[in-house]
C-alpha cells in the first residue's frame, strides 16, 4: 500500500519552499514551469549534477528512467497524467524511492475533458456518423436505421473517477450503462459486474464497450480478440463497437483489426495506441471503421493540474496528508 510521508510536524512551516524538479515530456514545459512557479517555489528541468540532494517534488510525465536514482531526498512523486504507468514501470520507484508516496491527478477539468470524449464517441456509433460520413463522400442520400439510447447498454470497464463521470453523462442521455471493475463498485444506475466470473455477462450485453482502465501487469493486453468475441452480437446497432480512451497497451491492435475483419466488430474509436505516435504505416490510419484522435481525449491542462500540485505541497509542509495516492500494490 501506498505509504504516507514523514510530513513537517503540524504548525511548523518550512520557511523554504521544497524545490520541485518538472520532467514532463511532450508537454509545454514552459507553461507547466511558469504554473508551478506561482507560489514562489524554485523550478527546475534537470537535477543539479549527477546527485541532487535539493529536489522535494518530482512532477513527471514520459522521464527517462534513472532520473529518480539521482534525487535521495525527494519527498513526493506527482504524475502531470492521469495514468501511472510510466512511473509504476521504473524499478527505482520500487527500489530506491519504495517509501516515497506517488500522487494522482484527479482534477475536475480531466474528468470533464474525459466525460466530453466518451459521449462524443458513444453518440458517434450511435448515431451511425461513420456510416453518414462514408455515404457523404460518395453523395448518397440514404437513411440509416436510428434506435434510441434506451435501446443500447454502454458497457464501461473502469469504474473509478473518470468511468463514474462517464456513466453519470451517458445515464443522462438515456443510455443503459453497465460497468466492470476488478474489486466492487456501486454506482447509482449502473448496473455492475465484478471480477472474472462477471466479465463475460457484461460483455454478452454489451453495445459499446468503453475502455478507462489503468495500465497494471494485470490490464495490459487484456482487450483482446477473446474480450472482443463475447460482446453483443444482435444489438441494435448491426455490432458491437470499441472505445479506448485510457492506455494503448490495454488493447491488442492486431485483435481489433482481426475482429473488425471478421465481423465480430462493428467499428472502434482509439485515443490510445500501443506505439504512440501511431506509426505511419499502421493499417489503422487508412482504415474505414476506426475512427482516430491522438491521445487528447483528455490532455493534461497545467492552469488546472498544478495549482491542486501546489495545493498538495503546501499541505505536506504543513504536516498534513496527501490525497490521491497510488496503491502500489494495484499500480494505480
Known sequence: MSTQPSAVPSGTLKSVKGRVLLTAHGM??????????????????????????????????????????RLPNLKIIFSAGAGVDHIMSDPDV??????????????????????????????????????????????????????????????IMGLGALGRAAAEKLLAIGFRVAGWSRTPRDVPGVESYTG?????????????????????????????????????????????????????????????????DEGILKEASLDVFEREPLPEESPIWQHPRIVVTPHEAAASDPDHLAPLMLTQMEAYERGE????????????
Open 28 to 69: 509545454n514545459a514552459d507553461h507547466w514551469r511558469r504554473m508551478l512557479s506561482q507560489d514562489g517555489r524554485n523550478v527546475v528541468l534537470e537535477p543539479s549534477g549527477e546527485v541532487d540532494p535539493t529536489i522535494d517534488y518530482a512532477v513527471l510525465w514520459r522521464y527517462p528512467h534513472g532520473l529518480l536514482r
Open 94 to 155: 520500487h527500489d530506491l524511492h519504495a517509501n516515497v508516496p506517488i500522487v494522482r491527478v484527479v482534477a475536475p477539468n480531466l474528468t470533464q475533458h474525459m466525460a466530453e470524449y466518451v459521449v462524443w464517441r458513444v453518440m458517434d456509433h450511435h448515431r451511425q456518423g461513420i456510416a453518414y460520413r462514408q455515404l457523404q463522400a460518395q453523395s448518397v442520400w440514404e437513411s440509416l436505421s436510428q434506435p434510441t439510447a434506451s435501446e443500447v447498454t454502454v458497457g
Open 196 to 260: 472474472e466470473d462477471g466479465l463475460t455477462p457484461f460483455l454478452n450485453r454489451t453495445d459499446i464497450l468503453v475502455i478507462l482502465l489503468p495500465l497494471t501487469p494485470a490490464t495490459e493486453g487484456m482487450v483482446n480478440y477473446s474480450v472482443l468475441a463475447r460482446l453483443r452480437q444482435n444489438g441494435p446497432l448491426g455490432g458491437p463497437c470499441l472505445i479506448n480512451a485510457s492506455r494503448g497497451r490495454v488493447h491488442r491492435e492486431a485483435d481489433i483489426l482481426r475482429a473488425l
Open 321 to 332: 496528508p496527501l490525497s490521491n495516492l497510488v496503491d502500489r500494490e494495484r499500480g494505480y
